[in-house]
């Protein structure tokens, strides 16, 4: 299956929101550093730059957390609960999908107006993305990183799903040299 583009960038952001969760200073915690993050993702519309603002991003981060595996079960997601939250989600925002293109962005799926609430817009948009996921069989493509005591998560859309490690840390790079490390000590051994 191929994953539109909007569907890759949705799901990545949805990933990265998860994971300022379990960040030293949680970007949620002042109004600065929320901006400052936002204005990294790809969220366009309108912002209300309150409090009320970060507390309901802060609650759907808690609820879009449980659309990958719990940090120590590995496998994919129950289906039919992640089923429950797309819709939940869907419902709750009173989505409505429509196509738009705006600042250089060729068309692509918005699930509500501009004016909806941040959290709203958000929440809908993984919503969609994840129901193609949902419909193609393809949750098992939201996982945990492989690196040892890292437990950001990550989004596999690869043509051929090798995608083992989180893009927050230094996982990958880690656990390269942690191998090579191995097999020298063995070398040498
Ligand atoms: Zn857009
Ligand atoms: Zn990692």
């Given amino acids: 299956m191929e994953f539109a583009h909007d569907t890759q960038i949705v799901l990545a952001a949805a990933a990265s929101l998860v994971n300022t969760a379990s960040t030293e200073t949680d970007v949620l915690d002042g109004q600065e550093a929320f901006d400052a993050w936002l204005?990294?993702?790809?969220y366009t519309g309108d912002r209300a730059h309150t409090e009320a603002e970060r507390r309901s991003v802060r609650d759907l981060r808690e609820r879009l957390a449980a659309l990958w595996p719990a940090p120590d079960r590995d496998?994919?997601?129950?289906?039919?609960?992640?089923?429950?939250?797309?819709?939940?989600?869907l419902d709750e925002?009173?989505?409505?999908?429509?196509?738009?293109?705006?600042?250089g962005w060729d068309w692509h799926l918005h699930v509500t107006p501009r004016r909806a609430p941040l959290a709203h817009r958000i929440g809908a948009e993984v919503a969609m993305a994840v129901a193609d996921l949902v419909r193609g069989d393809d949750l098992s493509r939201?996982?945990?990183?492989?690196?040892?005591d890292c437990d950001a998560v990550l989004v596999d859309l690869s043509r051929n799903r090798s995608k083992r490690f989180c893009d927050t840390g230094n996982c990958a790079n880690r656990a390269h040299v942690a191998a090579y490390r191995a097999r020298r000590a063995r070398a040498t051994g």
Avoid: S, Y
Wanted: charged share 40%.
């Fill in 39 to 42: 204005d990294g993702q790809p």
């Fill in 75 to 89: 496998g994919e997601p129950d289906r039919d609960r992640t089923v429950e939250l797309v819709n939940d989600l």
């Fill in 93 to 103: 925002t009173d989505a409505r999908p429509h196509l738009a293109r705006h600042d």
């Fill in 142 to 148: 939201l996982r945990r990183c492989a690196g040892d």
